[in-house]
């Protein structure tokens, strides 16, 4: 549970994990408060005094089981909203099987290749493109 003072944005952190031509995402469950039945980029809350980096691989250890080395370089995207700064990160490589941990979070984590995308209620609009430019099309 993230501690975010009342009209602070939050800090967020996801993680792109790509499979060769596929991305892997979790579908936020329906009793969501915040964005609920849509897929999204796993990740989550960076907490106070947490280097974004690091916030990420415990994100991504809690919620798909798996370890990362924290990214060194920049993010890769930003996102900017009007409550919350998001970064994200391209990971090609991991430890471990993706698997739902957050069954509270998620009810559902997938890999699709980009001509699947199209019809998934996504989290953010931001992400088509995103997809398009990190993803062969067959």
């Known amino acids: ?6 009209g602070a944005r939050a800090r967020i952190v996801t993680g792109f994990l790509r499979d060769g031509d596929r991305v ?7 009793r969501r408060r ?3 039945d849509v897929w999204d980029l796993p990740g ?9 980096a690091a916030a990420l691989a415990r994100e991504l250890r809690e919620e798909l089981g798996i370890d ?4 060194v370089g920049p993010p890769v995207w930003r996102i900017h909203g009007d409550t919350f700064d998001m970064r994200i990160w391209l990971i090609d490589a991991w430890s471990g099987i993706p698997v739902n941990v957050a069954v509270g979070e998620h009810d559902a984590v997938g890999w699709f290749q980009a ?3 199209g019809g998934l ?7 088509p493109v995103m997809f398009a430019e ?3 099309v067959h």
């Open 1 to 6: 549970m993230s501690t975010v003072s009342p």
């Open 24 to 30: 892997l995402l979790c579908h936020r469950s329906p």
């Open 34 to 36: 915040v964005l609920p």
């Open 44 to 52: 989550g809350h960076v907490e106070p005094g947490e280097p974004p």
């Open 68 to 71: 990362v080395a924290p990214p």
């Open 115 to 117: 001509d699947e995308l």
């Open 121 to 127: 209620r996504l989290a953010h609009d931001a992400y």
């Open 134 to 136: 990190a993803l062969p």
